[in-house]
């Protein structure tokens, strides 16, 4: 008889839905970890034969689903939450937050900023985030101390900012770090050009070539209001659409943003190109930028993924909230009930968010071989009762506030809601500093 396989833990629970083969759900289960990576997963008595865990954690009232994955965020504001409600697109940034960041980013703004939003999307149960800031530097060390996976954007915007004077010298910044970083198992990076109308032909050429060379995806705000294609129009006689396609970044690498303001064709274009597309519902419904054709999309067979975008425009860094909005918007502006189905908004809010970032292989579904990142959402509570499909339940009934532990690589970054690698009064005080200092600008 062979002895158990000795592993780091074993992590059983009522239900596990690993995304991965679609649909699937497992009956009391068990993950066996090793090193950060999912061993095996397999019923649970079975395991208890075959491995002899250091750690032997039960969740008997528990679902384990992959970690969340945020596709699009500006984790830094955070810091300006709830500070520019009530407006517009345009408006809300030439009025409220570019004034803001011209006086108040830097390093210490963006570390602060964004360990105090790591926090708030480790306890809402997501594991990876897709970045795009000033001082990505800050961003990539905040993610780190969090524990957190994180998709740098090596963000490039035509105009100066404290944190890079032209295009070429975010440029030459977003790959120093990355060639800084390249071989941390947590990060990974994308080019982050602002949006068509902060970016010109000659920038995003010198993007394209990056991104061709060392194989990164591009991460961009695209068709996000009726007003963008306008003044597109107008400056070059083209929809933003259509130019990048003539400037040559549409492709499998690009990640593009919002994607609300689509003809048919433009659909079957992205389609046909392979990009993938973030579906930012929250975000596009406070800034009044209008509902994606998601649907639509996704009929195309388009890989489409979930992101919060910032605490700024959200105004919380909420993935639960986001998978019940796009799949009720869907069914609304479909006039079908059985568009986007619990298991496929799921699948938005994980896999696919992975795979528009080149990490299908490592993260966004409970696989053996992949990383151990997962979240545990506890079913006990009696707003959850009764529960006849666990997979409906985490769409439409849960919450962000069910989220009970998450691990990132095999460590328990929440256990029983509680952090362990943040300490929350002293991101409170760090908090309350930036308060005082935003605050009295606005008061002038």
């Not at 759900?25 to 079975?46: C, K, M, V």
């Not at 009970?404 to 409170?428: A, F």
Request: proline content about 5%.
């Amino acid at each position: 008889m062979s002895h158990p396989i000795k592993i780091d833990t074993l992590l059983a629970a009522r239900w596990i839905v690993p995304v991965e083969p679609a649909g699937t759900l497992l009956h009391d289960h068990a993950i066996a970890i090793d090193q950060g990576t999912i061993r095996a997963i397999l019923p649970h008595a079975e395991a208890q034969a075959r491995f002899a865990p250091a750690e032997h954690i039960v969740l008997d009232q528990h679902v384990l689903i992959p970690g969340l994955i945020n596709l699009h965020t500006h984790a830094a504001m955070s810091l300006m939450r709830g500070l520019a409600d009530e407006l517009p697109l345009m408006a809300w940034l030439n009025q409220r937050i570019w004034p803001t960041e011209a006086r108040h980013v830097n390093a210490d703004f963006v570390l602060d900023g964004t360990r105090l939003a790591c926090a708030e999307m480790l306890k809402g149960g997501i594991t990876c985030f897709n970045d795009m800031y000033f001082f990505p530097e800050a961003s990539a060390q905040a993610a780190l101390t969090a524990g957190m996976r994180a998709a740098i954007g090596m963000i490039v915007i035509n105009f100066p900012t404290a944190y890079a004077s032209d295009a070429d010298d975010y440029l030459a910044k977003g790959l120093s770090l990355r060639d800084r970083y390249q071989q941390h198992p947590l990060l990974s990076f994308c080019l982050a050009p602002h949006a068509p109308y902060s970016v010109n032909d000659k920038t995003f050429a010198s993007i394209l070539t990056y991104a061709e060379q060392l194989d990164l995806p591009i991460h961009i705000h695209l068709h996000e209001t009726a007003d963008e294609i306008e003044n597109s129009m107008e400056t070059t006689g083209l929809r933003p659409l259509e130019r990048l396609h003539q400037l040559g970044l549409l492709g499998p690498n690009l990640i593009a943003v919002h994607m609300v303001h689509l003809t048919s064709a433009e659909i079957e274009l992205v389609a046909q190109q392979g990009c993938s597309v973030v579906h930012c519902p929250s975000s596009n419904l406070k800034l009044a930028s209008g509902l994606a054709p998601i649907a639509a999309l996704l009929n195309q067979g388009i890989n489409v993924g979930l992101g919060s975008d910032s605490a700024a425009s959200n105004n919380r860094l909420d993935l639960f909230e986001e998978m019940r909005l796009a799949a009720l918007l869907a069914k609304a502006q479909s006039g079908r009930a059985d568009t986007l189905p619990a298991h496929q908004a799921l699948q938005m809010a994980t896999l696919n968010g992975a795979r528009a970032l080149g990490l299908g292989k490592i993260t966004g579904s409970l696989v053996a071989g992949k990383a151990a990142d997962i979240t545990a959402v506890d079913f006990s509570s009696l707003e959850l009762a009764p529960c006849y499909d666990p997979v409906s339940h985490l769409v439409y009934a849960a919450g962000r506030n069910h989220v009970s532990h998450v691990w990132v690589n095999g460590k328990m970054l929440l256990n029983e809601g509680k952090l362990t690698t943040l300490d929350e009064q002293e991101l409170l005080r760090r908090t309350a500093y930036w308060r005082e200092q935003i605050g009295a600008m606005h008061e002038e």
